[in-house]
Nanobody
Framework: QVQFVESGGGVVQPGGSLRLSCTTSGIIARNSAMGWYCQAPGKQREIIATITSTGGFTNYADRVKGRFTVSRDNAKNTMYLQMNSLKPEDTGVYYC????????WGQGTQVTVSS
């Protein structure tokens, strides 16, 4: 069974930064393309960043491109999302899961960007 634990969220002012972490269990996730998802208040969950199993290729939603960076450390079963130049519209609950196949969802981590 694959499980995800997200952490690192918090309250930050516009223009600030946060670094999210996602720890996975299960070798399947370690060998899979992974993604970060965001569910903004009142909206559906959407994928915002993906990374291949080896970390060699990444892709981003247009609204976060140039501000967010996804990375992973397979030895630690952990994926990261460095979030810079945060905007109020980045507010939401952030989740990690597979990029093309999703397992059960974790609790997510809340990110609030507000002055």
């Amino acid at each position: 069974q694959v499980q995800f634990v997200e952490s690192g969220g918090g309250v930050v002012q516009p223009g600030g930064s946060l670094r999210l972490s996602c720890t996975t269990s299960g070798i399947i996730a370690r060998n899979s393309a992974m993604g970060w998802y965001c569910q903004a208040p009142g909206k559906q969950r959407e994928i915002i960043a993906t990374i291949t199993s080896t970390g060699g290729f990444t892709n981003y939603a247009d609204r976060v491109k140039g501000r967010f960076t996804v990375s992973r450390d397979n030895a630690k079963n952990t994926m990261y999302l460095q979030m810079n130049s945060l905007k109020p519209e980045d507010t939401g609950v952030y989740y990690c899961n597979g990029a093309t196949y999703t397992w059960s969802w974790g609790q997510g981590t809340q990110v609030t960007v507000s002055s």
